[in-house]
Nanobody
Framework: VQLQASGGGLVQSGGSLRLSCAAS????????MSWYRQAPGNERELVAV???????NYADSVKGRFTISRDNAKNTIFLQMNNLKPEDTAVYYC???????????????WGQGTLVTVSS
């Protein structure tokens, strides 16, 4: 099972980016999916999470600016980031709870990270 994140880049303050993360491999089922981020010198923090049914939760710092969504048919999640600020600069990681065809128990899987840089 692999998670492939994409969509990062350099954007000016106030701009927008859309991140994508696709899960592939021998997948039986995916439960919650989420985005984390880690800025230099900081710990990894939860940005947003979405359940299989579409319930969402966000970090206070991104509420009203970021929107998480998912396409269950494509095993993909998205993070629409609007009104970006320099403090949003970080490596963004996707995470998913996945049960595989060989092990029907859910385990944590991580994507490789995609860098978002917001200039002032």
């Amino acid at each position: 099972v692999q998670l492939q994140a994409s969509g990062g880049g350099l954007v000016q303050s106030g701009g927008s980016l859309r991140l994508s993360c696709a899960a592939s491999g021998s997948i039986f089922s995916i439960d919650g999916m989420s985005w984390y981020r880690q800025a230099p010198g900081n710990e990894r923090e939860l940005v947003a999470v979405i359940t299989f049914g579409g319930d969402t939760n966000y970090a206070d710092s991104v509420k009203g600016r970021f929107t998480i969504s998912r396409d269950n048919a494509k095993n993909t999640i998205f993070l629409q980031m609007n009104n970006l600020k320099p403090e949003d600069t970080a490596v963004y990681y996707c995470n998913a709870l996945i049960a595989t065809m060989t092990s029907l128990r859910y385990s944590d899987y991580w994507g490789q990270g995609t860098l978002v840089t917001v200039s002032s």
